[in-house]
């Protein structure tokens, strides 16, 4: 389970889709900023990845960009396609994806459990 929740996204007025940005961690930001504490002394801390993906997400980070980061999840695209093309939440994509692997991974095993238990493939659907 993951330690935060995805970020709601939007399309801004330039048509860029962004994560919806917290502006009280904005202000802070900005406030820390000033005194020499920006992204880059944050980039070189040691902080928790979830923590990042977070933080990338209510600053307000573009989704194309969010994607390019070292940090961010595999799955961004699928999740944010699937809120902008159908109009589902978060947690709906990811559970189909969550299905599709399962699915998946279900098929592939199915052979060598067919061989180590000795069982035939067709008894184990």
């Known amino acids: 389970m993951k330690k935060h929740p ?3 996204v939007a399309e801004d ?3 860029t889709w962004r994560f919806n940005q917290n502006k009280i ?4 930001l900005e406030f820390a900023s000033e005194r020499g504490f920006d992204l880059n ?9 979830e923590d990042r ?3 990338a997400q209510l600053i307000g980070y573009s989704v194309s960009g969010y994607g390019d980061l070292s940090y961010s999840e595999s799955d ?3 999740i944010v396609q699937g809120i902008k093309e159908e109009g589902k939440s978060a947690q709906q994509v990811e559970l189909e ?11 592939a095993m199915k052979e060598p459990v067919s061989e180590i238990f000795d069982i ?3 008894d184990l659907d």
């Open 13 to 15: 007025k330039h048509g």
């Open 6 to 8: 995805l970020q709601f």
């Open 97 to 107: 994806i969550l299905k599709d692997r399962f699915s998946r991974l279900k098929e």
């Open 76 to 78: 961004i695209w699928e």
């Open 41 to 49: 002394e944050i980039a070189m801390r040691d902080y928790d990845i």
């Open 120 to 122: 035939h493939i067709d």
């Open 53 to 55: 993906r977070q933080f």
């Open 25 to 28: 961690v904005n202000d802070l």
